[in-house]
């Protein structure tokens, strides 16, 4: 009896690791999701570089204006970009914790047969084959990862608003910098339009021509950024809910371990 109470302890708890091994890797699979914030950082840059693009284009009556702007946007830029690193960061380091080369007994585990017998003539007795049942059951409790996920739980646990909020934040940044972004095509782009026609003289044909082509340039430019920042928000949006999954299906799996896993030493030696 106690020979198979072990066998079922064991067949449990590899079966813990198995499912904790799968849960890591979800973790992994989710922290891995950072590398598609580069967008924001790379849009973040486009936002403190406006008053630069816009320079050629701006009316003189508007240069002072745009130029106190621009020293606002110059001193919020480090402040928008620590909001992704520390997204990343913590992503990161999510994902260094959950990490494939963290140690798990379950493969050791395989190779520890399910009893043994006292051989009084080599001095293995009863008591060290308890023992042996003992250490075996030691080994079980903490094998499968079950430390590590506990560990990842408790980041997850501790970092679950924190980033939901900053997510929260990356997403209304990006909401300013389309604003941006709108107020800078129409201004460009309608300037263009009203200065393109007086280069239609025969004699200004080649700066015409070179105008619309500038113009259809800078049309294209604002068309992938705006689909850029659309993708950036989904993305955001995406990884938001994806964290809410990840916590709440960590949360249920953070419940103490099934009964076997705790089964009382007693019972092993029915």
């Known amino acids: 009896m106690k020979a198979r109470s072990l066998l079922v302890l064991l067949c449990c708890l590899l079966l813990a690791g198995c499912a904790s091994q799968r849960r890591m890797a979800e973790v992994r699979n989710f922290a891995a999701e950072s590398a598609k914030l580069s967008a924001y950082a790379d849009l973040s840059q486009r936002f403190r570089d406006t008053y630069q693009r816009e320079l050629p284009y701006l009316p003189p009556a508007a240069e002072q ?10 001193q919020m830029y480090p402040d928008l970009l620590a909001i992704e690193r520390t997204v990343v960061l913590y992503l ?17 585990l395989q190779q520890l047969s399910g009893q043994i017998q006292a051989w009084p003539d080599s001095g293995l007795n009863p008591q060290h084959v308890q023992a ?15 430390r590590q ?7 997850l646990r501790d970092g679950y608003q924190p980033l939901q909020d900053s997510l929260a934040a990356m997403a209304a940044v990006l ?7 709108e107020n800078e095509q129409r201004m460009v782009l309608g300037m263009l339009e ?3 026609p007086f280069a239609a003289a025969p004699q200004e044909r080649l700066l015409a021509a070179l105008a619309k082509a500038h113009q259809q340039e800078k049309a294209r430019e604002y068309r992938l950024v705006g689909l850029r920042q659309t993708q ?9 809910q994806q964290h809410t999954a990840l916590y709440q299906q960590l949360g249920a799996a953070a419940a103490p371990p099934p009964a076997a896993a705790a089964l009382p030493l007693s019972a092993l030696s029915r």
């Open 65 to 74: 204006r745009e130029r106190d702007t621009d020293r606002q946007r110059q």
């Open 92 to 108: 990161r380091t999510l994902g260094q914790l959950a990490g494939a080369e963290q140690f798990s007994a379950a493969q050791p």
């Open 132 to 146: 042996y049942a003992r250490l075996a059951t030691a080994i079980a409790r903490f094998a499968g990862g079950q």
């Open 149 to 155: 996920q506990q560990a990842v739980w408790e980041m």
């Open 175 to 181: 909401r300013l910098y389309g604003k941006h972004h």
């Open 194 to 196: 009203m200065e393109i």
């Open 232 to 240: 950036a928000a989904q993305q955001i949006e995406a990884l938001r």
